[in-house]
Every structure is written in C-alpha cells, then in structure tokens.
C-alpha cells in the first residue's frame, strides 16, 4: 500500500472559468494557472505521484511549457493515469476537501465526482469529496483564493 497527499491553491481572478473536477461553476471570477487552474484535479494529481513516488505535477507538466498553456487539467489526470497503471497500481481510495468561501459547491458535488471517477476508473464509493470554509479568515476567507487537498491509497497489483 502507498499513501499520497497532494494540495494546491490558486488565485480567484476576474475573466476566468472556475473550474473543479472538469465541471465549469457559475462564479464571477475564476481561477488563475498556467493549464485551466483545477485546485481539486491538481491536487489528485500531486496526491497520486506521491504516492508513486513520481514527483509533483510541477515536474511532470511545468508551468513554462507552452504545451500545458490553457490545457484541462482532466488531459493531464488522464496522463497520471497511464503512468499509474504503468507501474501497477489501483486507486482504493481518494479523499479531498476543498476549500473557499464562495462559490458553494454542494449543488456541482456529484457532478464533479462522477467526471473524476470516469476518469479515475474507480467507482463513486471510492471517491469522496468534501467543502469547508475558512470562517473568513485569510486569503480564503477574503475571496482571494481558493485551496484543496487530498490523501489516496494506492495498492501495488500482484
């Protein structure tokens, strides 16, 4: 068994989509990034190279390579999930949070769960996902940003 923890924030801007899981939110500013900003699929992403030991998502897709300019962060999850299978292993399980103070997300919740688990080849039993906010403290609290974090187990195939 190997265990990862990924986390990563991003900057609310004006002009930009929101977007989490793959599923575009109505919100009136989105997030700022290099690929399309993904706070939750990025941090799935951190989350499952660590638990291979295969770096961060910063040196697999890196920020000054126009390849990754705009891109969907669902295409470099996908890339994630072949070099997962590569080196045998399945997904248990994955645990996130994430974290703002707005837009809501509780209405997009499953929306979002089923796209990641289409794309993570796991059932919906597998993937939980979770929202708080900071009480409006910090830079979450004040709408600057917003954050997420995840934990995955991942079993070695015989």
């Known amino acids: 068994m190997r265990v990862g923890i990924g986390y990563d924030v ?3 801007i004006e002009g930009r989509d929101f977007i989490l899981g793959g599923v575009k939110i109505p919100h009136e500013k989105g997030l ?5 900003a993904d706070v939750l699929t990025h941090a799935i992403i951190d989350a499952i190279l660590g638990a291979m030991a295969e770096g ?3 040196m697999l897709f ?3 390579d126009q390849t990754y300019k705009g891109i969907s ?11 997962m299978k590569k080196n045998q292993y399945e997904i248990e399980n994955i ?16 929306e979002i769960k089923l796209n990641l688990c289409d794309i993570l080849g796991i059932n919906a039993n597998q993937l939980n996902i979770k929202a708080t906010t900071t009480e409006k403290l910090g830079f ?16 070695k195939k015989e």
Request: aromatic fraction near 4%; hydrophobic fraction near 45%; charged fraction near 25%.
């Open 10 to 12: 991003h900057r609310l």
């Open 62 to 64: 890196p920020d000054f």
């Open 95 to 110: 645990d996130t949070v994430i974290i703002a103070e707005k837009p809501k997300i509780s209405s997009f919740k499953n």
């Open 32 to 36: 700022l990034g290099h690929s399309d």
């Open 140 to 155: 979450i609290g004040r709408e600057e940003g917003i954050a997420a974090q995840c934990i995955v187990l991942l079993t």
């Open 73 to 83: 962060s669902l295409i470099l999850l996908k890339r994630v999930i072949s070099l």
């Open 56 to 58: 961060d998502i910063g």
